[in-house]
């Protein structure tokens, strides 16, 4: 039974792939999430929703953004709604609050995602509070074995926030290290805190 359960999931996600999933069903499995029977499908299920219904379903992608029960869940969430769907500024303050790395993110599933999606939301338009929360992560990190790394994701998301393309973030520039680069940018993003400060 399993089997065969865990059959139909990946041909769901195949169908959320290739566009084949028509509306109709769409909505039946949106139904499904909304009254709790999803069980231990529901990233696969939000997954599909959000593939093949698009933003018309951000309402319910949104309710998720905080989800403890599942980290990887809440990940997703950020994912869709500030990368593919570019509405991130809507939620920055769920987005802020999973910057402060909170304790259920035990696998920092939900923490990287909101990294990355407070990039894009800067990308998309100035938030101070987002470009703070980035700036202190990329400058003190949060005092653990892997900071070097999330230090690391949170330059980056930085840089895209200020209109790095992927090219500039996969090959830094000619005999420039990726510590100067940083120290850089850091200083870039310090300069725009304080131009938006002396703005009226």
């Known amino acids: 039974m399993a089997v065969a359960h865990d059959a139909h999931v990946r041909q769901l996600i195949a169908r959320a792939k290739d566009g084949t999933i028509p ?10 999430i909304s009254e709790g029977r999803a069980g231990r499908d529901l990233y696969w299920l939000l997954y599909a929703v959000a593939r093949a219904g698009g933003p018309a379903y951000e309402p319910l992608i949104a309710t998720y953004l ?5 980290p990887e869940v809440s990940g997703l969430a950020v994912q869709v709604l500030t990368g593919h769907w570019r509405m991130g500024a809507k939620y920055s303050k769920q ?6 790395s909170p304790e ?3 696998s920092d599933d939900a ?3 909101a990294v990355s999606g407070a990039g894009a939301i800067l990308h998309d338009g100035f938030d101070a509070e987002l470009l703070r929360a980035l700036l202190k992560l990329a400058e003190e990190g949060r005092g653990e074995y ?3 790394l999330m230090q690391r994701f949170a ?3 930085i840089a895209r926030g200020l209109g790095a393309g992927h090219a500039e973030l996969t090959s830094l ?3 420039v290290t990726r510590a100067e680069w940083s120290q850089s940018l850091l200083r870039a993003a310090r300069d725009r805190l304080r131009e938006a400060a002396r703005q009226p």
């Not at 769409?26 to 139904?31: F, N």
């Not at 987005?95 to 402060?100: A, K, V």
């Open 95 to 100: 987005i802020l609050e999973l910057l402060g």
């Open 146 to 148: 892997n900071d070097d």
């Open 66 to 70: 905080i989800h403890p029960e599942d």
């Open 155 to 157: 330059v980056e998301a």
């Open 23 to 32: 509306s109709q069903e769409v909505k039946e499995i949106a139904r499904a």
């Open 111 to 113: 923490f990287v995602a």
């Open 104 to 106: 259920w993110d035990l």
């Open 173 to 175: 520039p000619e005999g």
